[in-house]
């Protein structure tokens, strides 16, 4: 059974940086597509960002060019480097497989204020 831990959210100005963490455990990360969501306040969570195992990414439209993703394998961890963040991106962050895994971890909040 996948677990996953996420962190690095926390509180920042707009046009601020984060880069959030994500441990893996119960699946190596080498063999699946990986991903980044998010969920505002609300019933609807989004795919943000996605790695696949070749090492392509795609990026929602709203982030492309200010956010990254990236892994790595032998830590069995996947990260997101969000740069020039906006009020719009405050959301609680999640990663998981995509297709996503039925077992969520508890995500990591963001928030963008002045």
């Not at 707009?14 to 119960?26: A, I, Q, T």
């Not at 961890?77 to 995509?98: G, K, W």
Request: aromatic share 10%.
């Amino acid at each position: 059974q996948v677990q996953l831990v996420e962190s690095g959210g926390g509180l920042v100005q707009p046009g601020g940086s984060l880069r959030l963490s994500c441990k893996v455990s119960g699946s190596p990360t080498r063999i699946y597509t990986m991903g980044w969501y998010r969920q505002a306040p609300g019933p609807q969570r989004e795919v943000v960002a996605l790695m696949f195992n070749g090492g392509f990414t795609s990026y929602e439209d709203s982030v492309k060019g200010r956010f990254t993703i990236s892994r790595d394998d032998a830590k069995n961890s996947v990260y997101l480097q969000m740069n020039n963040l906006r009020p719009e991106d405050t959301a609680v962050y999640y990663c998981n497989l995509h297709p996503p895994s039925p077992s969520w971890g508890q995500g990591t909040q963001v928030t963008v204020s002045s």
